[in-house]
């Protein structure tokens, strides 16, 4: 029998062997901060690919080396972590899955303390790897120092800086790419009225903050050419009065169907410190039904779902196109093959070295 969550989805020609992904999830993990993916990363991945997913994520990729979110995140600026990471695209290729990057600006969320070990707060200092972030305008995070305002010299390099990174990541034989529009870095920064008071053509209206976005999307596109599916992530909601809401979400995903991005990934929040969030079980479900209503374009889902019936639920009741699994893939790389297995869907991918696990 089919499961929905089983079906293959196909974007611009790509095929993809079912609707539950990795999303991106950062490491921290590149000790020597060059940016160039470890063992660590190929091991991580390469499980993740193992466990029967459609797509695996690499997590947000620092297109510039200001744009790393901390000192120890991937980067794809130069060729040498280019090469490194064609080692992980062969490997995911190998399990079967499709590969994809979060391509990534930090904005003035950058140079912060990796998420994992000692973290003294605040911004990193120089003598540990840290630098000066910029972003739209001089309104700092909460707890971290006040960034550089990006003048227009500056926009036009972050927008090559995505260009780059985005020919390096197809060169590595990524299948899929997706722009980090969300939880409160660089592009999502200029998408909100809280960190973006800019008074050019990149502040004010919808229209100006999403100017930023949208041209990084066309020129990737120009760069990329026409057969490689891209996705944008953003967050539906600051959860926080003024800010970017689920309407100017809903408007900004039909704009980015109009420039060719294939699917939206909906999560929520990130640029506000200390906001009440309602965290439950698919708590970010419903923007996602939202924005696939409005817009007409494939979402992906995340957020607590953990489940595998509430995964097929999601996919069969049509509330979402794919389901991303985070947290709980850490927990569990074969998430994919146990919810195969509690759907009773005998998955022809399932490793057969794994099998007597699953009789
Ligand atoms: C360790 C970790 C790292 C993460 N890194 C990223 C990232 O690089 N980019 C991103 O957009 N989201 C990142 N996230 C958010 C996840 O992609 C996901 O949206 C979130 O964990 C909610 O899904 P879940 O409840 O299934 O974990 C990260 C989450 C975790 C737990």
Request: aromatic fraction near 10%; glycine fraction near 10%; charge should be positive.
């Given at each position: 029998m089919t499961r929905a969550v089983f079906d293959p989805i196909t974007l611009r020609g790509l095929e993809i062997r079912n609707r539950l992904w990795i999303p991106p999830m950062c490491q921290y993990a590149v000790d020597a901060q060059d940016g160039v993916p470890t063992d660590w990363h190929l091991m991580h991945l390469g499980s993740l690919a193992r466990g029967g997913a459609g797509v695996v994520t690499v997590e947000a990729t620092g297109v510039t080396p200001e744009g790393r979110i901390s000192p120890q995140d991937l980067g794809l600026w130069n060729d040498a972590q280019r090469d490194a990471l064609s080692r992980i695209t062969d490997l995911i290729h190998a399990q079967g899955a499709q590969a994809a990057i979060q391509l990534a600006h930090a904005g003035r969320k950058a140079s912060t303390w990796r998420a994992w070990g000692p973290r003294p707060g605040g911004n990193v200092p120089a003598e540990h790897g840290g630098w000066q972030s910029v972003g739209p305008s001089e309104i700092p995070f909460d707890g971290l120092e006040a960034p550089e305002a990006l003048d227009a010299a500056g926009i036009d390099a972050?927008?090559?800086?995505?260009?780059?990174?985005?020919?390096?990541?197809?060169?590595?034989?990524?299948?899929?790419?997706?722009?980090?529009?969300?939880?409160?870095?660089?592009l999502h920064e200029f998408l909100s009225p809280l960190s973006n008071d800019r008074t050019d053509e990149y502040g004010g209206s919808l229209e100006n903050r999403a100017r930023l976005l949208l041209r990084v999307v066309d020129a990737v596109r120009a760069e990329v050419g026409e057969a490689v599916p891209m996705i944008v992530r953003l967050s539906a909601t600051d959860w926080a009065e003024g800010g970017w809401d689920l309407p100017q979400t809903e408007t900004?995903?039909?704009?980015l169907g109009a420039h060719g991005v294939d699917l939206?990934?909906?999560?929520?929040?990130?640029?506000?410190?200390?906001?009440?969030?309602?965290?439950?079980?698919?708590?970010?479900?419903?923007?996602?039904?939202?924005?696939?209503?409005s817009s007409g374009l494939p979402v992906a889902a995340v957020g607590m779902i953990d489940d595998p019936f509430q995964a097929e639920q999601i996919v069969a009741l049509d509330q979402a196109d794919v389901v991303l699994?985070?947290?709980?893939?850490?927990?569990?790389?074969?998430?994919?093959?146990?919810?195969?297995?509690?759907?009773?869907?005998d998955m022809p991918y399932k490793p057969g070295p794994y099998e007597r696990a699953y009789r």
């Open positions: 972050v927008v090559a800086g995505f260009v780059a990174a985005a020919r390096r990541a197809v060169d590595a034989g990524f299948d899929l790419l997706e722009l980090h529009g969300a939880h409160g870095y660089l900004l995903s039909s704009w939206i990934s909906i999560s929520s929040g990130g640029n506000v410190a200390d906001v009440q969030i309602p965290v439950g079980p698919g708590y970010q479900l419903p923007f996602a039904s939202a924005v696939r209503r699994v985070g947290r709980e893939s850490l927990r569990d790389p074969n998430f994919p093959i146990r919810t195969a297995d509690a759907l009773r869907y």
